[in-house]
Every structure is written in structure tokens, then in C-alpha cells.
């Protein structure tokens, strides 16, 4: 595992600060800077077009959303009401498909969500970047009602399998040393955040946490939570994980 580091808590710093204008600060969670005409431009063609139901919906978001992001590819699939933050610090790949309700969430200076070509986000799930970095490489596929989540930074390989209701959380462990101050204002611990490398297949409900890295090619079972390094290929579940297996290991089959 990586070594601690800390990292003052941001988010609650920016809700309390009322300098400048209000535009200002919307604008930053929404587009990522206070600009104001791209504000307006990411107003109107949210608002109108979130929602806008059938194949016209879909039609009109592939055609208006490339004005929103960094980078927007080709032959994006875009579902209803997905939600926005700091989108011009989102670089989208060609051929992705994000279902109805994702939250695609890049706060903060620092912040930053690539997703690349091929990937699948499935519907509900929210991936959270808060002032830190989300890599997701070519055809990967997050199940519905996920969490990827991270203050540091979070990597995901190519042809990842991540299934429904997965958590995997890059940091945002809260520091609670000291006993004079609320925890809420102690800021953060990062243990390195959270390498999944290719070809990974993830179980539902899996929890992955700070400073875990998977190897290529393991697979994790279903309700399982990985707090420290996986090996490649290996089968590993439990409570925390635990190898139980290789991929490698080939099982003869009896002639009886």
C-alpha cells in the first residue's frame, strides 16, 4: 500500500465561501469555470434537451452535448437526465454509451473524469472526482447503481467488468486525530487511491478501497472487499478478500 498523505477537506471550504458571485460558484460546479456565456450555453441545452424523451432525445444529445465536454467522441449515447459537473473537464471517448440518471461528477482545479472509447456507464451509477483524477480505459463496462469515487486518483484498465452496486473508493477517508475540531473539518486521508488493471471482472457489491490494486486478469467475487493488493489472475473473495485461486491453474477433468 501507498504512503498516507493528507489532504484538507475542500468541498465544505467552497459551500461556506460566499465571496464573489453566485454565477461564479455555479458555474464551477457545473462547467468547471466561471465562465458566463458557457454557463448559458450548458443551461439551455441541459434544460431543454436532459430529458428529451425517444430517439430525438438521443439524437439531439449526441448532436449539443460535444459543445459541453472537453472532448466528446464519436457515436456517444447519451441517456436521459444524466446529470453534469464540471463537464469541461470531461473527456468522452468514441462509441460510449451512459445510460438514464448517471452523475459524471469532476469538481474542483484539479479535478478530471476520462472515459474512453467503448466503455459502458449503465444507468444510476455516479463517478465522483473531487479535485482528483478517474481514468477509464477502452471497453470497460460499470454495472447499474455504482459508486466509483475518489479524492486522489482512480484508474480503471481496459475491458474492466465492474457489476451493479460496486463501490470502489480512491481516498475520502476522513482524518480524526485530533479531538478538539469536528471531523468534518480534519480534512482527509489518501492512501494512494486505486488501480484496477485490464480485464478485470469485479462481483456485485464489491467494495474496493484506498490503496487496492488489482492485477490484470483477477477476478473478485461478489460481496467482497478488497483492501489490499490482488495479484494478477488470481480468485479472490471474502471479507476482507483473500486469493483463493489462480486463473492459471487449470483443473483436470476426471475420466470417471
Given at each position: 500500500m501507498s504512503e498516507e498523505?493528507?489532504?484538507?477537506?475542500?468541498?465544505?471550504r467552497q459551500l461556506k465561501d460566499?465571496?464573489?458571485?453566485?454565477?461564479?460558484?455555479y458555474a464551477r460546479l457545473t462547467i468547471g469555470e466561471p465562465r458566463l456565456g458557457a454557463m448559458l450555453l450548458y443551461e439551455i441545452i441541459t434544460g431543454v434537451f436532459c430529458n428529451f424523451p425517444g430517439m430525438p432525445g438521443y439524437w439531439f444529445r449526441q448532436k449539443l452535448y460535444p459543445f459541453l465536454f472537453r472532448s466528446f467522441g464519436k457515436n456517444v449515447i447519451i441517456g436521459r437526465n444524466v446529470t453534469l459537473?464540471?463537464?469541461m473537464k470531461i473527456t468522452i471517448g468514441n462509441n460510449v454509451s451512459i445510460d438514464d440518471n448517471v452523475v459524471i461528477d469532476a469538481r474542483g482545479e484539479k479535478g478530471s473524469i476520462?472515459?474512453?472509447s467503448g466503455t459502458l456507464i449503465s444507468r444510476n451509477t455516479v463517478l465522483r472526482a473531487r479535485n482528483a483524477e478517474i481514468v477509464i480505459d477502452e471497453g470497460s463496462d460499470i454495472g447499474t447503481n455504482c459508486i466509483l469515487a475518489t479524492d486522489s486518483r482512480l484508474v480503471l484498465g481496459k475491458d474492466v467488468l465492474v457489476a451493479a452496486y460496486s463501490y470502489l473508493c480512491a481516498g475520502g477517508n476522513h482524518a480524526y486525530d485530533r479531538t478538539d475540531i469536528p471531523i468534518i473539518q480534519q480534512g482527509f486521508v489518501s492512501k494512494g487511491g486505486v488501480v484496477v488493471e485490464d480485464d478485470v471482472w469485479i462481483g456485485s457489491h464489491a467494495m474496493i478501497m484506498d490503496g487496492a490494486r488489482i492485477g490484470r486478469g483477477a477476478v473478485?467475487?461478489?460481496?467482497?472487499?478488497?483492501?489490499?493488493?490482488?495479484?494478477e489472475w488470481s480468485i479472490a473473495f471474502g471479507q476482507p478478500a483473500t486469493v483463493r485461486g489462480s486463473r492459471l491453474v487449470k483443473v483436470e477433468k476426471s475420466d470417471a
Amino acid at each position: 500500500m501507498s504512503e498516507e498523505k493528507h489532504f484538507e477537506q475542500q468541498t465544505q471550504r467552497q459551500l461556506k465561501d460566499r465571496s464573489g458571485a453566485a454565477w461564479h460558484h455555479y458555474a464551477r460546479l457545473t462547467i468547471g469555470e466561471p465562465r458566463l456565456g458557457a454557463m448559458l450555453l450548458y443551461e439551455i441545452i441541459t434544460g431543454v434537451f436532459c430529458n428529451f424523451p425517444g430517439m430525438p432525445g438521443y439524437w439531439f444529445r449526441q448532436k449539443l452535448y460535444p459543445f459541453l465536454f472537453r472532448s466528446f467522441g464519436k457515436n456517444v449515447i447519451i441517456g436521459r437526465n444524466v446529470t453534469l459537473r464540471g463537464a469541461m473537464k470531461i473527456t468522452i471517448g468514441n462509441n460510449v454509451s451512459i445510460d438514464d440518471n448517471v452523475v459524471i461528477d469532476a469538481r474542483g482545479e484539479k479535478g478530471s473524469i476520462s472515459i474512453a472509447s467503448g466503455t459502458l456507464i449503465s444507468r444510476n451509477t455516479v463517478l465522483r472526482a473531487r479535485n482528483a483524477e478517474i481514468v477509464i480505459d477502452e471497453g470497460s463496462d460499470i454495472g447499474t447503481n455504482c459508486i466509483l469515487a475518489t479524492d486522489s486518483r482512480l484508474v480503471l484498465g481496459k475491458d474492466v467488468l465492474v457489476a451493479a452496486y460496486s463501490y470502489l473508493c480512491a481516498g475520502g477517508n476522513h482524518a480524526y486525530d485530533r479531538t478538539d475540531i469536528p471531523i468534518i473539518q480534519q480534512g482527509f486521508v489518501s492512501k494512494g487511491g486505486v488501480v484496477v488493471e485490464d480485464d478485470v471482472w469485479i462481483g456485485s457489491h464489491a467494495m474496493i478501497m484506498d490503496g487496492a490494486r488489482i492485477g490484470r486478469g483477477a477476478v473478485i467475487g461478489t460481496h467482497s472487499l478488497v483492501n489490499a493488493d490482488i495479484p494478477e489472475w488470481s480468485i479472490a473473495f471474502g471479507q476482507p478478500a483473500t486469493v483463493r485461486g489462480s486463473r492459471l491453474v487449470k483443473v483436470e477433468k476426471s475420466d470417471a
